[in-house]
């Protein structure tokens, strides 16, 4: 039974780490962006709820009413301020978001300083649902997926079933008509980003009620979402949760052989998948 | 590559121009001034100047890379950290001379760098950047994992290693700084005379329009691999040559992202990508500013993150990308003019760039 456990944790494990990726390949599917400072900004939400937490005396969970509108609002306003400008070119935008994910890092550093912190969501954080002495189901990391996997279910609605989404479709297809028809492109990035930020912000959130976090925790959490993302394969949002699912699953193998070894596993997974199938595993463009 | 890259018969590229000329006569000064440095004997500028040319080198491969190859890495601390480990490893295990060392970590370093390409390369434009990072994290923790190569807390250098390179303590440090400096300009001189090869002309075809230069036969993928071992196998001399002064190596400070590729990029983003004296000028804007703000290590990358993104937004092609296409400067012999050999008077038949 032991090792069903381990496959389930894992499995409860990768829908955050999709929804990280589903946030990255939103950005990418629209404006043809790869945000370097993607992490940095989940780990800017998970300070943004510890002190709207500490100010005003709630839970984690309650705290995402604030953090998810703030920090969607945030992404807008990052995008037509800053981002919008470094679209087009192949370098530009790499590297803008690069400087931006070190002056973020270097500026929580500052404010915050090394120390680690975690979200404390309280009792919850012990329930769990025991099947067999050595399997049980933590109701927070069920919660966590369950969430995970009505966002993803939701983004898809959203493509399909709205206008904005239809916005979305056809700024991706091609900005130059979309523009024709009256579609504000740098509207709809702003709001493509401020979107991908509310997503991950909710991951952001989960993710430091699991784990501590601290300023330079950033980079390891884009890379989770990026392995996500090419595991799963590009512009698939299901695949995205096969990918984190996929991640979850050989860190949680991985820690399981080694404690100093699950980010190794799921790092050898992901290039393994790169070598093997290098279109992912449920591609929705076929090369 | 076929066809284009000969003259017609009776005409023939040339390379220089007076401005190119003019620079080639100023690096030669500089170079023989830079040479004569450790006879002042001024410990602390010569430290400061070995820092310098470890970055110049550093930043230039990265500026092959990025600026030419079209390949953004932010890996590249990988072969840092690699050249780093090769050179303590050799000298522990089989007590190689670190002279020694320096070839043996480009090799590791080259070699190593192909599997890696091999794999990074179906991964297209921003993903391999991400790509490159994941290999380099890769690296670090299964440095921290493998007792053998001194785990977490790293190995250090023993002294009978460093007197090897030379007894007396002045002598050690002239032969390090003449070290640095010497592979500081081999990574310049590589550089230029690759893109003065057929090579050259090809990766300056991919960085301009890689359709183009794809429907011109060129085979992008190779070249790309090509240039990407180069600069690794160099990057890990130079890393190697880094950590030999440095004395002790741990995983920690050998694949650090912060101590080597974030200032790659900053300094060949300041000072101009796919321009051989972007790098050059970039590292001198960061020492300068260094010496200037050095207080607080995060207020100065801050800074320093302000400044490239600023650049990045104004002025794509850097400072002296701007000031160069501003004045028609080069200061290395890299253009191509096609000139008329034969005639009596050479009259330049198309200028290209």
């Known amino acids: ?287 | 590559m076929t066809g284009g890259s000969k003259p017609p018969p009776g005409a023939k590229v040339v390379h220089s121009t007076i401005a190119s000329r003019i620079g080639v006569a100023f690096w030669i000064v500089l170079v023989a001034v830079l040479i004569a440095i450790p006879y002042w004997r001024d410990r602390q500028a010569m430290r400061l100047l070995t820092e310098i040319y470890s970055f110049v080198a550093l930043a230039s491969l990265w500026n092959l890379l990025a600026g030419y190859a079209g390949l953004v890495s932010v890996g590249q601390q990988a072969f840092v950290g690699l050249g780093g480990y090769t050179l303590y490893l050799c000298a522990l295990w089989a007590g190689v001379n670190p002279m020694l060392g320096l070839p043996l970590a480009g090799l590791v370093g080259g070699l190593i760098s192909i599997p890696i390409v091999v794999l990074l390369l179906k991964l297209r434009g921003a993903y391999f950047t991400i790509g490159s990072w994941v290999v380099a994290e890769l690296f670090l923790q299964i440095f921290q994992l493998v007792p053998a190569v001194g785990g977490g807390s790293g190995i250090s250098l023993p002294a009978t290693v460093v007197l090897s390179i030379a007894k007396s303590r002045s002598t050690r440090e002239s032969v390090i700084y003449w070290i640095f400096l010497a592979l500081a300009v081999a990574v310049i001189g590589v550089i230029v005379i690759l893109l003065r090869t057929r090579y050259g002309l090809a990766l300056q075809a991919i960085r301009d329009n890689e359709t183009a230069a794809k429907s011109n036969g060129i085979d992008v993928n190779r070249a790309r691999a090509v240039v990407f071992v180069v600069a690794a196998a160099a990057t890990a001399i130079v890393g190697s040559m880094i950590f030999l002064q440095k004395l002790s190596i741990t995983p920690f400070s050998a694949f650090s992202i912060n101590d080597w590729t974030v200032n790659m990029i900053f300094i060949t983003v300041i000072g101009g990508v796919g321009r051989v004296e972007g790098p050059i000028l970039g590292t001198v804007i960061y020492f300068v500013l260094r010496e200037f703000l050095a207080d607080l290590a995060s207020t100065y990358l801050i800074i320093l993150g302000v400044v490239a993104i600023g650049v990045m937004l104004k002025a794509p092609k850097g400072i002296w990308g701007h000031v160069a296409d501003r004045f028609g400067w080069q200061l290395f012999p890299l253009a191509r003019r096609l000139v008329r050999a034969v005639q009596p008077r050479a009259e330049p038949v198309a200028g290209l760039v």
């Open chain 1, 1 to 287: 039974m032991e090792i069903v456990n381990i496959l389930v944790q894992g499995i409860l494990l990768g829908g955050l780490y999709a929804l990280f990726a589903a946030g990255l390949s939103l950005i990418f599917g629209v404006m043809r962006l790869v945000n370097i400072a993607h992490g940095d900004l989940i780990v800017v939400a998970a300070y943004f709820a510890y002190f709207t937490m500490q100010a005003l005396d709630i839970g984690p969970f309650t705290s995402l009413i604030v953090v998810v509108p703030v920090i969607a609002v945030f992404g807008y306003a990052l995008q037509r301020g800053l981002l919008n400008f470094a679209l087009g070119d192949d370098l530009p935008p790499l590297l803008v978001t690069f400087g931006l994910s070190v002056i973020i890092q270097n500026v929580l550093l500052i404010l915050f300083t090394h120390d680690s912190r975690r979200l404390y969501a309280g009792p919850i954080e012990m329930v769990s649902w025991k099947f067999t002495p050595d399997f049980a189901i933590g109701i927070l990391p069920l919660i966590q997926f369950v969430v995970a996997v009505l966002i993803i279910g939701g983004l898809q609605l959203f493509f399909y079933r709205t206008r904005i989404g239809r916005n979305f479709r056809a700024t991706s297809d091609d900005p130059a008509i979309a523009q024709l028809m009256g579609i504000e492109n740098r509207h709809i990035f702003a709001l493509a980003m401020a979107l991908s930020l509310a997503v991950v912000a909710v991951a952001g959130v989960f993710i430091a009620v699991r784990t501590t976090f601290n300023p330079f925790y950033g980079p390891q959490l884009l890379i989770f979402g990026f392995e996500a993302v090419i595991m799963g394969g590009l512009g698939s949002l299901w695949g995205t949760l096969a990918g984190g699912i996929l991640l979850g699953l050989a860190q949680a193998i991985g820690g399981q052989i080694n404690v100093g070894l699950p980010f190794t596993a799921g790092h050898v997974v992901f290039l393994l998948v790169l070598f093997l199938r290098p279109q992912g595993l449920f591609p929705k463009v076929s090369s």
